[in-house]
């Protein structure tokens, strides 16, 4: 469970001031928005145990997977395996990890103004061509521990050209650089949830030349990890400072003297009655407190050495704002009466958008596996155990990081080092025919085709949706979530051409809509590749956003009467229809699936589609729905 309590303040101060000097309107100006927040982040203070899909390896050696078509497992078996899904991982007290914070969740609400300063032109150059240019730029100020960027300079240029100068034809486009703001949530993590000096700097910024290794080395030398016996001593030239802890206690063993795993964890705190507590004692912040955890090896701190299982967060020396590419062309042409026909293309190419990425990873060999439909697929392994391993360990090559977890991790007492840095990107491309006709006074009809496709390497910046292999963004770059290849809108207006008063005023208004589906990504439900991230865990093989989603269809209607009963007072009645087909039109598909998906026989593909036929707690099920026919009916009376 994670709460948040936040309120927002914001003071903005504005000035625009327009000039024309004969063919040029000029404008100039700038805001001053003063952006504060007042933050309580409890992120994971109650904790939390994850139980997902587990290998079937954990209760015998008969339940692996083949690592190939003809390798027999353990048993002598060729079988693709056996897994516990989420519900018998429960049964068993057997959670993937236990994860829990702990600190003081009221951290300082610095105020962080947004400054933009602008100029633009708009020159008629001739009395068919206008050209409008310009310039932003604007300084996004961030508090420590985030740096704030100072070359947000956004040129902009536009025109619009009526080629016959007849005024049936003009033809428009544009290019312009536009700047998004720093969302909130990133530097009140870092601060929040990062290690830090007395000035609030990041203890893992010092003197970087690379972001990994030196990263969780510096903090590592730095601030130390206490157990018993460590090597890892630190330099004490900080005081580690930490607002809020957060542990991710796995399931399979550290090998940290006195450290136990998740599953003795809930089994030994589950029966202390701690689990079922809804309500914490007085001046506890959570049911289980740090003298519950103490037993099994798990210290807290919120100052000084780091503890064994530690998540960290962290911020790049240079992080900058993200900024869109624009551009769009059009022509539009009246090619009869009351008929208009319009195309135009929109390209925008966003950059610099946040993602986290973990630090504490170095690159894993790689894994090949040849999938049930023949195709042969790697992927970076960083697995330890055959207790977590989807496979058991059986793969060919066997867990090349158990021997020397040091070769794939920077340090793997630390169990994620999240930093939020700017490389994700997203690409829009689209084009859109419109046509209108307007038959008479009273009867208009609208069409619009888009085709676009849509394409980013990230779904959002919260650790949970990070890459898959967060050594290589790139292989992450896929269909986005919002991708909708057609779309097609058809609406009419048609107002009453009768002038007695009882038939006059209605106007009836429909409108038809049609999208293709949304991409959606497969999730393995649990740990696949071993980078202690298992939120975004795909079978193994599977790209990203690799599903396609229901298509959506949909007819609506208003039907309004409106009358005037005397100079100061009119009566209006309306008659509203949504999806008046009353077609099906589902809005997910639960697409947690396996994480061995590809090796189950007769996969085919991972570009699945969801299923009507089967329940929603299946595999690729439809789970919800958008609201069938609805029919409201309304009143107003205007005095």
Known sequence: MKRSLTILRRYEFTDNITLIRGHHTMKFGGTELLRGNHTESHTFFPGRFVFGSLPGLILSPCFAASSGPSTPNPCGFVSPGASLNSLQSTSLGLPQIFQQGFGNPAYPGYTRPLTALYWQDAWQIRSNFTLNYGVRYQIDKQFLPLNTEYRDFAPRLSFAWDPFNDHKTVIRGGYGI?????DAQIPQVDLSLGVLNSNYSTVENQN???????QVNNVVNTCGIAFAGSPFVGNGSSPCTRFISIYIDPLTPTGIPGLQNSAVVFQSLFGAGKIQCTTPSAGSSACITPADLAPFGIRVANSGPLSPLQVLFSNPPNYKTPYAQQASLGIEREIGNGLT?????IYVHTQRLPVALDTNLLP??????????????SYRNWNTSPATDPLGGTEPGGLPCAANPFACFVNPLIVQNNQYTSAAS???EGGILEIKKRFSDHYTVFGNYTYSKAYDTTTDFNSDYGPQDPTNLGLDRALSEFDQRNKVVIAGVFD???KQSVLSGFELSPIFNY?????????????VNGDNHTTNERPIGAPRNSGLGPNYIDFDMRLSWQHKLSDKTNLQLTAEGFDLAN??????????????FGLTPGFTTFNVHGSAALSPSQPLAFTSAFPKRQIQLGLRFSF
């Open 496 to 498: 009453s051409p009768w």
């Open 178 to 182: 536009f700047y998004g703001p720093v």
């Open 583 to 596: 077609r099906t039109n589902y809005a997910s598909v639960n697409n947690e699936v396996s994480p061995l």
């Open 426 to 428: 997203a690409l829009y």
């Open 208 to 214: 970087n030349t690379q972001q990994v290794p030196d």
């Open 515 to 527: 999208h293709s589906g949304h991409p959606f990504n497969l999730l393995a439900g649990g740990e």
């Open 341 to 345: 026909v319009s195309i135009s293309g």
């Open 364 to 377: 894993a060999p790689m894994t090949t596996l040849t999938l049930a439909n023949g195709q042969n697929v």
